[in-house]
């Protein structure tokens, strides 16, 4: 468990001083994913490389498993510090040294045996899925590889915290879902707990159990993936969902609804967690004396399970409408007539 107790950072320039975190206090989980998300600017770099002090706090506590990192000298900190592993966003490899020469790097300063490095380095570029470059130099591989060698490195020590210092912000989509999900699959194996930093919501949506938002150097709003998702409280949260789920406005045009009107109702249904799925659907159809058109949906799929919206046109007897609805209520997904013809 990490415990981060009114975590501040003051720069000082010449002319005024800039609070980047500000009076910051969270729990992290022992094997969680955590994510913190905010616009450029609101001090997330700044918070994450407080953790492990590659940032020194002006105040505050951060506590990693009951030890205050906060409280160490320069020499137990290097040794804490193993414990932590970082990847970063532009992966920041040694140029000059092969895969498995920049995965053994670490292994080499906390003074591993030669014999117990080959193992370990086979074993981590296994695990990362790098099998077959661990003769290339880091020119030679794509930026997804580049990033596989950054987390085989950061693991080299078994760390029991990874922090992700916007780790996919350069890849490209397909990319980086193959990078967060090499970091589910880490952090399931290996009980990993996992801190990450981002502004993309979909890693947050793809990733993370919990989730805090940060804006000028605070938490604004935190909580489990699915609650803030579904219920967003501050404006800026409800911006980051929109890059996700897109408006709720846009979800449905005027046109549209007028469009399946004509006949039947238009319903909306919510689904939270693992109800989300298509199932219902067609026990109603079997079920009910109704017909189903679905004109649009919008259903993710996060850690906590799946959420989204789905709109459908159902026409029938309007009592057989009213005992789908019912069935469709009773199953936990919330049902909304938003029109009928
Ligand atoms: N070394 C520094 N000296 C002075 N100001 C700094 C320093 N590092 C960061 N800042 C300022 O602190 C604030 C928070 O920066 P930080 O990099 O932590 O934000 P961020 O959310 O990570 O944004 P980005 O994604 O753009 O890096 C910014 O106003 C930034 O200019």
Known sequence: MIVIDQLS??????EHELKAVDDLSLSIEKGEIFGVIGYSGAGKSTFIRLINRLEEPT????EIEGQNITGLARHD???K????GMIFQHFNLLWSRTVEENIAFPLEIAGTSKANIKVRVQELIDLVGLTGKEKNYPSQLSGGQKQRVGIARALANKPKVLLCDEATSALDPETTDSILALLVDINEKLGLTIILITHEMHVIQKICHNVAVMEAGR??????????FTHPKKPVTKKF???VMGKPNDELTDDLLIEHISDGHVLKLTFVKETANQAIISEVAKHYD?????IQGNIKQTQEGAYGSLYLQMTGDLSAVEQAMQFIRSTSVDV???AHG
């Open 9 to 14: 950072k003051i720069f000082k320039t010449n």
């Open 59 to 62: 105040s505050g506590t951060v």
């Open 77 to 79: 900190l290097r040794v």
């Open 81 to 84: 510090r193993q414990e932590i």
């Open 219 to 228: 938490i604004v709003e935190q909580g489990n993936v699915l609650e803030v």
């Open 241 to 243: 969902v929109e890059q």
């Open 290 to 294: 109704v017909d189903i058109n679905i």
């Open 336 to 338: 909304e007539v938003i």
